[in-house]
Structures are given as C-alpha cells and as structure tokens.
C-alpha cells in the first residue's frame, strides 16, 4: 500500500535533485528519506529512481507516480481539512425529525443557539411522529429524532435498546374544555367527571392513552371528533362541540380561543426524548444539537 507520507518524499526527491536535499526541505535525516524510499519502491513493484553517482533521475514509474502525487496530496490535505472543520464545528450536517408541538417549542431555541454558537453547522428539519421518526432514524433518513413515549414500560424501554436516549423533559396532558362548561375554572379535574362528555381525540398514540385512562377510570370516551391538527382539537372545544386532552407543549404555543385549561387527574404524562444512533453520537455536530436541545428543554 503507498503512504502518503512517501509520496510526500518522493515528490520531495524529485524536485531537490537528492535525498540529502530533500532531507533538509523535509526537516529530516538523509537515512530517513533513503529507508521512506525504498519503502516506497517496495510497495510500488518495481524502481522509481535510478541513481548514478550524485544524481537521480526518475524511472518511468517514478515519473508517472509523481505526475500523480499532487493530486492525491492535494485532495488528501482538503479531506484532512473538512474533517478538522467537522470535527471543529465549523463545519457539519444534522438531519433532525420532530414531532409538531416539539418542533415549535423546543426546536426553534435549540436551533438559534445552535447557529450562534457554531454557525458552520447546518441543520434540516422534517416533521413526523413516533414511531415513524424512529424508524426513519434506524433507517439512516435522519440523525436526531425528537420523539415521546407514555410510560416507562419494559417494552417500551426494549423498543429503545440500541438507540442513545437522551430525557428531555415531562410533557403533562391537559384538560381542555368550553369555556361556558361547568368545570371551566376548576384547578383541577378527575377525568372521571367527562365520562359524560362527548370527546375530541388527537394523534393515535394520544388517542391510545386517552382510553386507555378513561377506562382505568371506569368508562369508555365518545369520541365523536379525531384530528391531529392541534389547532383544529382547540377550535372544535373552543366551539362547544366536546372536551379534549393536550399537551403543555401543543398549548405552549397557541393562543386558544373560548378555551379554558383544567388539570387532569390521574396525571398523564408522555417523556419527550431526542434520540440517536451510537455511532452518531460521537459525531460533534450531533452531539452539540443534543446538547441545545437539553438546555431548550430545561428554559
């Protein structure tokens, strides 16, 4: 295999005439340059220079391994030097995917102290849900995926097992209701005074946990709309037409109209995790949107 570091040598020869000049143009020994050389002819097969008495001329061979020597340092020391900037953070790519409410919430921060702080990396932003976004994670359609989950489940933890999860924050869902209901106002609410009610559902991951605790409360919801648009959710309660549960985050940024908020209890809440690849997290830009990304979740 020829090295690099011969051809740097050889070119070295070729241009100095000798090993001793291109020792001293090196900052090395004549010993060196001679052992690097014929290192360098025994990896190529066959001689590079011919030698007669203090001069040195280049075989064909050798000639024709110089010819290609400039290009291959050349495109060697660019390579070196984008990885530097990679490394650096003054260079770098991350494909982040997010669900909607993360993706107006958390995002938004993360990214613009992202940018401040290291304004070479470059980030893309795609939404979809869990588990979609997982999956487009495993299969190597993105590096972050910012995802939730209710609960804290064996299975739910096995599902996550090869991948690095970094906790971001507890997301509550909240009641929603007309802001002419009898429960308007009130602290807080057993979801079991909405057994009655007609419901408002959202995502089917929501939609999942919404019944599962209403049933653990000893009734089965009517759901009489399903939308995953969150704006939509709080237009239909706004209204009058049912109840609803969110998350803060869905809220956070929304200014709900004929709309009031009400604790739940029992409390439910979904985990909201970025998560990524092993390998991937060892690559800096990625790490660094992690890193934002816990420092959004935490203002």
Known sequence: MIEARHLRVLRAVAATGSFSAAARELGCTQPAVSQQMKALETSAGTPLLIRTGREMRLTQAG?????????????????????????????????????????????????????????????????????????????????????????????????????VVRPLLDDRLVGLVPEGHRLAGAGTVGIAELADEPWIAGCPRCRRQLVEVCEESGFTPRIDFATDDYPAVMGLVGAGLGVAVLPELAIETMRPKGVSTVAVEPAVVRGIVALTLPDLAQVPAVAATLDELSRAATR
Do not use: N, Q
């Open 63 to 163: 000639e024709a391994l110089v010819r290609h020597a400039a290009g291959i340092l050349a495109g060697l020391t660019a390579a070196e030097e984008e990885v530097a900037a990679i490394a650096g953070l003054r260079a770098g790519r991350v494909r982040l995917v997010s669900f909607p409410s993360g993706s107006s919430t958390l995002v938004p921060s993360a990214l613009a102290a992202l940018r401040a702080a290291h304004p070479g990396t470059r980030v893309s932003l795609v939404d979809a849900e869990p588990p979609r976004s997982v999956e487009m994670l495993r299969e190597g359609d993105c590096d972050i995926a910012l995802a939730f989950r209710y609960g804290t489940t064996g299975a739910e933890r096995e599902d996550w097992a090869d991948l």
